[in-house]
């Protein structure tokens, strides 16, 4: 594996300095080679505008937050990270590589979750390169290597999970986002680590059962949000059965019976679990006729 080898080489403006030097001579010994018109002339003059065009060809612009790999008849030979005018070798080629920041969406992804049921799924991950030589040699294409690779790291994700959690203390992809992104951008960077690139998040952009049984799963959801509350206005009215029954032993108020206290719990129960509200039946006279 090519690891990353930062170079510096010769700074642009000391090599400007030397080629106008250069095209100064060039320039002298034209005028001496027309005046004189004899071949030594000639031919320093012919080298001195070779040795201006050759090295003409080592000089090179490294902007901010760009990498330049450098590449002598195949074989790497560094990466400069320095930024501005620098001069290298002419007979070296140069890859420009990006290292700034980055977002890719990814497509809405039909998958099924844990559960079996269809969903679309798709997630924004952010990332940047931060080895210039393995983004340029490991893979063919990096950009389309990190495509392809959060595509499929979020299918994995999407089949270890459910859509919705029906137990508490069990992480879905709605309920446990913090929990399911840092699943994702783990997965993710490790995909992602032999290319040279770094993610720096990675977080689910959309969510939603498939068309086909979304209008089953939103009867569920109404279906389960009903049974909650359900569930909560009977535990309280449970409570306040108990309380009643409790403040009327221990204030001395009324004794009753255990057949009374069923119809008082019963008819309490009714009153506080109804829909509706009760229409009570006042009794005028004793509770025991």
């Not at 450098?70 to 890859?95: C, D």
């Not at 990190?146 to 994995?156: D, G, I, L, P």
């Not at 089949?159 to 992809?173: G, N």
Request: aromatic share 8%.
């Amino acid at each position: 594996m090519i690891r990353e080898r930062e170079t510096e080489q010769v700074p642009g403006l000391l090599a400007l300095f030397l080629l106008l030097f250069m095209l100064g001579a060039a320039g002298f010994f034209a005028v001496q080679s027309f005046r004189h018109q004899n071949l030594p002339w000639g031919l320093a003059w012919s080298f001195a505008c070779s040795a201006f065009a050759f090295c003409l060809g080592g000089l090179f612009v490294v902007n901010p937050n760009e990498s330049k790999v450098l590449q002598l008849f195949g074989a790497y030979r560094g990466t400069v990270k320095t930024a501005g005018l620098r001069w290298a070798n002419p007979f070296y080629s140069k890859h420009s590589i990006s290292v700034r920041v980055r977002n890719f969406e990814s497509a809405r992804l039909k998958v099924n979750d844990a559960d079996g049921n269809p969903v679309e799924i798709a997630a924004v991950v952010v990332w940047r390169v931060v080895d210039s030589a393995e983004a340029c040699f490991e893979v063919d294409d990096y950009e389309n290597y990190v495509k392809v690779q959060s595509e499929s790291a979020v299918r994995s994700l999407a089949t270890r999970y459910p859509y919705d959690a029906h137990e508490e203390h069990h992480k879905s992809l709605r309920g446990s986002t913090d929990e399911v992104a840092a699943d994702l951008k783990s997965e993710i960077h490790e995909r992602l680590a032999k290319a040279g690139v770094q993610v720096i998040e990675a977080r689910i952009s959309h969510l939603a059962y498939a068309p086909e049984i979304a209008a089953a799963m939103l009867q569920r959801q109404q279906a389960g949000a009903i049974v909650a509350a359900r569930q909560r206005i009977v535990d309280g009215a449970v409570g306040m059965v108990e309380m009643a029954l409790a403040r009327l032993s221990s204030n001395n108020i009324v004794q009753l019976d255990e057949e009374r206290k069923a119809a008082m719990v019963s008819n309490l129960l009714v009153v506080l679990c109804g829909e509706r509200g009760a229409q009570p039946v006042v009794n005028t006279g004793t509770i025991y006729q």
